[in-house]
């Protein structure tokens, strides 16, 4: 981000559709970055007694049970509940702002105001670019809009809560530069925000979004085996925890293979290759490697709602 940006400010009204475990982890990271305030977010779920909604209310931001109140009060509208309940959102986003224009009393601030045209950004698995366009593009009697509302499909992690999350997103056909602009804005405050083609996008589901299971599995594993070398549970964590961060900051950071990382610690005979003798040995590299294969199959051909 421009350090200009760190001063200004983010502007742009956020509204969350579903508050679950990712739409809080983003309105988290957007609150801790300082750059948003909670009078900018606004979140729903299906009903006010949902333990989702009151854990997202005690974050301070406004919440509802009304999509529709969202979806009038948004710049831009993330679409964050499961991949099933995706599209019917997209039509009731689309019939909102119909009703909305045909009855201009019942308008709020946001959708009232002059140029008005919010952004949609799904953060679901499985579901493409033009499932979203395909509904966003009708009006709610069926018959194609004159300017369809921009459409952006990414994949974020639950790592956005503190900052260390990283997003992948492709845009639809009626977003241009400008309409972006608030996402990279937003999502940058939660980490680092890349543009792929989105034929990537289900494996990046898997390696990314799945991936901090995967690696906390990891990670505990390690923990385990300090455990049983003789260390308190927290002090094991701590150090499997920096083990873990100090890999991946070595590859982000430096630009290093990880198998130059993992022969630079292991010297002739020395205790990390016994190490990795015994990982090799349970198949650990090709465990993972099935992993995030599965979590790939299951994205891309299960988990997509029928049309
Ligand atoms: N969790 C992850 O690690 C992760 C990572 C990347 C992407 N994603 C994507 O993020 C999306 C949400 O996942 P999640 O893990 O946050 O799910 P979750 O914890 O189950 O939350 C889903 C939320 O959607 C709400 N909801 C369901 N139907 C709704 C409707 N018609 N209108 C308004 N709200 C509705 C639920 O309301 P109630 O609270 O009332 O039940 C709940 O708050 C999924 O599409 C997933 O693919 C998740």
Request: proline residues 5%; hydrophobic residues 40%; contains cysteine.
């Amino acid at each position: 981000m421009l350090a200009a940006d760190k001063t200004r400010g983010v502007t742009y009204k956020i509204g969350f559709i579903g508050c679950g475990n990712m739409a809080r982890s983003l309105a988290e990271g957007m609150l801790l970055s300082g750059q948003v305030v909670t009078g900018h977010i606004i979140a729903s779920a299906t009903r006010e007694s949902s333990e989702n909604l009151k854990k997202m209310k005690a974050l301070g931001v406004t919440t509802t049970a009304h999509n529709r109140d969202v979806i009038l009060n948004s710049d831009v509208i993330v679409l964050a509940t499961k991949p099933q309940q995706i599209l019917d959102i997209t039509t009731e986003i689309q019939a909102s702002i119909s009703d909305s224009q045909s009855q201009t009393h019942l308008q709020p601030y946001t959708a009232s105001a002059k140029n008005w045209r919010p952004l949609i950004v799904s953060v679901a698995a499985s579901i493409t670019i033009s499932d979203l366009e395909e509904k966003i593009s009708m009006s709610k009697g069926g018959s194609p809009v004159a300017s369809p509302l921009p459409v952006i499909r990414s994949m974020p992690t639950v790592a956005s809560s503190v900052g260390a999350g990283i997003t992948a997103y492709c845009s639809g056909n009626s977003c241009n530069e400008v309409d972006v602009k608030p996402f990279v804005k937003l999502f940058s405050l939660c980490g680092p925000v890349v543009e792929v083609p989105e034929k990537y996008l289900d494996a990046i589901t898997s390696v990314s979004g799945c991936g901090i299971a995967f690696a906390a599995v990891g990670l505990e594993g390690m923990a385990d085996g300090a455990v049983l070398s003789g260390l308190p549970r927290q002090i094991a964590q701590k150090f499997a925890a920096h083990a873990m961060m100090s890999a991946a900051k070595l590859v982000l950071h430096k630009g290093l293979n990880p198998a130059d990382i993992k022969d630079s610690v292991c010297g002739p005979g020395g205790a990390t290759m016994y190490g990795i003798q015994k990982m090799e040995a349970k198949g650990t590299r090709g465990a993972f490697i099935d992993a995030v294969m599965a979590s790939t199959v299951i994205t891309s051909r299960v988990l997509k709602p029928k049309l």
